[in-house]
Structures are given as C-alpha cells and as structure tokens.
C-alpha cells in the first residue's frame, strides 16, 4: 500500500460575510463542507468541478494558506497549522511548491528572472549555489540559461508559464500544486507544458495536486480524480474509471459540457 503524504479529515470552510446593519442577521458561505481526503505520496490527483465549488479553496487549506472552520490536515505526517507564524511552516513551504493560472500576474515585473527563479532559494535558506541552480532549473522546464538576465514582459505566455513553472520547483518540493496553471494558455503551448510537467513529475518523484477545468489535462496527467460540486467531494477514483463511467449525474453532466475537437 502506498505511503499517504497528505491527509485531510473533516476538513471545512465557511466564510461569514459582513452585516448590512447591526440588526441583520449572520450570513455565512459554506465553501467546503467536511472532507476527507488521502494523497499518496508520488501520485498525481486531479480536482475538477465547475467554478465556485471549492477547488481554490481546498487547495490552500492543504497549503495552509487558510484557516479551517474545522478539521485538520497532515502533510507527510506532521499537522498543518494554519495559525501557526511563517517560521512555523517553514517545513512544508521546503516541501510544496505552487503554479498559478495567470503567468505574467504571479512574475514580478520589476525582477530579473534569475531573481524571480531563485527567491524561493533564499526565502527558504537552501544552501548552495543559487545562481548555478536557476540555470540548471531554467534548463529543465526548456529555456535558455540566458533567459535569467531578462524580465517576464519579454517572454511569451507559454515561456511566462515555464519560468513560474521553475520558480516552483527551484527549491525541489515534493509536491506541485497547480491551480488552473494551463487554462490561460493556447492548446499547442498548452500540450508542450503538460508534457513537461509529466517529465518533471518523472525524474523529481512529485506528488501532483492539479486543479483544472480542463478534463484533457487531468486525464492525461493525473492517476486520481476528485470532483466537486458545492463545497463538496461528490465522486473520486482512478481517472480511467471516473471519466468513462462516472457514478454521478453531475459528474456526467459536467464531462458532457466538455467541447471537444
């Protein structure tokens, strides 16, 4: 049986939102009702599901980016607090690392990309040549070493994409984490950068989490899907199964508002 690197029990999140007046009464958004979730250590999960049904933030609760309404969480067998100050956590930003959907917003324009690509270096206290490691990781998601004197705006979409993708997995994490991290490129950029996850995914060991609409994505690069609907995990299991028989209406529904080609 495969070793379980992060675990997630009775896990929720609910957002109360702010009185109208001192006399209205108490809304509350319920954004994840009470989850169970086990990740094998190595694997790649995919969570799908249409937008507001709590992708975004399941994902940032397992990052510890967020606060649990209850609940808790474990990552390679040590508790995610929340609360807890950035020293505390230090350990599992070493161990995570994170691509998001929009390239040019998450790249600091003002930096080079060699400090882009090395921050997480020396954020996290990684010994070693820094500069050494950015050309040896701009090289590995395809780019030329040169590219590190250079900043994002001179890059296109799909390299913006590759430089976020080597900020990520500079300081070597054992998992990547990508919410929605093709969904803003063009379908061609779109297969070169999914082929290059999967090698990475090869050669490093990661453990993949990947939030997407994109059901092409998950199918080709995730072992395990998870889909939800209202703050809710409604069907899971090997992608195989889930994509060509799913259990659920929803489910079925939200495979067949896929366009296809």
């Known amino acids: ?91 599992l930003r070493r161990m995570t690392g994170i691509v998001f959907q929009d390239p040019y917003a998450s790249l600091d324009p003002r930096m080079t990309v060699e400090r882009i690509v090395a921050e997480p270096l020396w954020a996290l206290g990684v010994d070693g040549d820094h500069r050494a490691r950015v050309r040896e990781v701009l090289a590995d998601v395809g780019l030329d070493p040169e590219a590190a004197a250079r900043h994002p705006h001179e890059f296109s979409g799909g390299q913006r994409q590759r430089i976020a993708l080597a900020r990520a997995i500079a300081h070597r994490p054992q998992v990547l984490f990508g919410d929605e991290p093709l969904s803003a490129l063009d379908v061609t950029v779109r297969a070169q950068i999914l082929e290059l996850i999967r090698g990475l995914r090869e050669r490093e060991g990661l453990t993949l989490v990947m939030v997407s609409h994109d059901i092409g994505v998950v199918q080709n690069l995730c072992d395990t899907v998870v889909v939800m609907k209202d703050g809710a995990v409604i069907e899971s299991g090997p992608t195989s199964e889930v994509l060509r028989r799913p259990r659920e209406d929803y489910t079925r529904r939200l495979l067949a508002s896929i366009p296809t080609i």
């Open 1 to 91: 049986m495969s070793e379980v690197l992060i675990r997630a029990s009775g896990l929720s999140r609910e957002y109360a939102a702010l009185r109208l007046t001192a006399f209205s009464p108490r809304r509350v958004t319920t954004a994840l009702q009470p989850t169970d979730l086990e990740i094998a250590r190595g694997e790649a999960v995919g969570v799908i599901g249409e937008s507001g049904s709590g992708k975004s933030t399941l994902v940032r609760l397992l990052l510890g980016l967020d606060r649990p309404t209850s609940g808790t969480v474990e990552v390679d067998g040590r508790a995610v607090d929340a609360r807890a100050s950035a020293r505390s956590l230090h350990w």
